[in-house]
């Protein structure tokens, strides 16, 4: 005996009415084919640091739901590229971690023979607005805070690292400020582990000490 549960499409009490109608239902089941931007959240990541940019694992955020509202969560999406601010050979470096939320952005065609190649190619194949050719986009991570950055103010720059030291300028004045209490050692021409800093020539001088405790 056959069973009596159903499952709920699309279309509308409506769709089959006309022609009209009916092409209308039509349009729309293809527009909804068309990958555009998804909300998506990191569950792996792979490679980053000094080197070619990093690639993402993703969770998209936005369920499939069928026509009475039922949710059906994506896969794992796997391999996204994860660019970064980079020209050239100069790079900011700042590569997401697992959790970070964005958006991944869809191409309309198989990218994987282009990302494979960096080159002109053809489509890797006959795909189309699959998530697999998907960019991961940086841009939303709710009300997080940030502890290290670099803010552009009016007046000048500031760099914040996590260990709550700045540098910060302004039209007159660059100053280096390390977290109050922490003495920590401010250091010009090295680090204190190899070779010198004891030495750094200056605009007033050849040389000065600048080895100094700030607490």
Do not use: W
Not at 149 to 163: A, E, K, L, P
């Amino acid at each position: 005996m056959a069973g009596t549960d159903g499952y709920a499409g699309q279309a509308g009490l409506t769709s089959a009415n006309s022609d009209r109608n009916s092409h209308h239902f039509q349009t729309k089941q293809q527009i909804a084919n068309v990958r555009g931007t998804h909300p998506v959240k990191i569950v792996a990541i792979h490679g980053g640091g000094v080197g070619p940019d990093p690639t993402v694992d993703v969770q998209m955020l936005v369920n499939q739901a069928d026509g009475q509202g039922n949710p059906t969560p994506h896969g794992t999406i796997y391999g996204i590229a994860a660019p970064r601010n980079q020209s050239g050979n100069g790079a900011l470096i700042n590569d997401p971690v697992v959790g970070d939320m964005g958006y991944m952005h869809v191409a309309d065609r198989d990218t994987s023979s282009f990302r494979s190649t960096n080159a002109q190619a053809n489509p890797g194949s006959n795909r189309r607005h699959s998530p697999s050719d998907g960019v991961f986009t940086r841009g939303h991570n709710g009300t997080a805070t940030p502890k290290q950055y670099v803010q552009f103010r009016s007046d000048g720059v500031t760099i914040m690292d996590v260990n709550g030291h700045q540098i910060i300028t302004t039209k007159n004045s660059i100053a280096v400020v390390p977290k109050e209490g922490s003495g920590a050692m401010v250091m010009l021409g090295g680090d204190g582990s190899k070779g010198t800093f004891d030495f750094v020539s200056t605009p007033s001088g050849p040389s000065i000490n600048v080895k100094a405790r700030i607490s």
